[in-house]
């Protein structure tokens, strides 16, 4: 059974840093395309950060790019978000995604497991 369970959310804040991270289990991803999404109450889930099966192809959404980094671990089968210049408006439920395919993808069709989900919580 494949899992995917995040850790590192909490309560930070602004202008703080939170690292968070997504260990997998019962499959190896190491070739497969990673993402970070985040939803607000009563928002759509949105993609923040992907990443692709080598890890060299990265994508960010507008709102983070600069301030959050993607990457991943293949010896630990784990993918990490690194948060910083944290905002309130980067307050959100973060869940961790995985593809079955190389490509990294960009909406919530293209993602086949998930995560329960990290609370991000950022005080102004």
């Known amino acids: 059974q494949v899992q995917l369970v995040e850790s590192g959310g909490g309560l930070v804040q602004a202008g703080g840093s939170l690292r968070l991270s997504c260990a997998a289990s019962g499959r190896t991803f190491s070739s497969d395309g990673m993402g970070w999404f985040r939803q607000s109450p009563g928002k759509e889930r949105k993609l923040v950060a992907a990443l692709d099966g080598s890890g060299r192809t990265t994508w960010y959404s507008e709102s983070v790019k600069g301030r959050f980094t993607i990457s991943r671990d293949n010896a630990k089968n784990t993918v990490y978000l690194q948060m910083n210049s944290l905002r309130a408006e980067d307050t959100a439920v973060y869940y961790c995604?995985?593809?079955?395919?190389?490509?990294?993808?960009?909406?919530?069709?293209?993602?086949?497991?998930w995560g329960q989900g990290t609370q991000v919580t950022v005080s102004s």
């Open positions: 995604a995985a593809t079955r395919r190389f490509e990294l993808g960009y909406n919530v069709d293209a993602y086949d497991y």
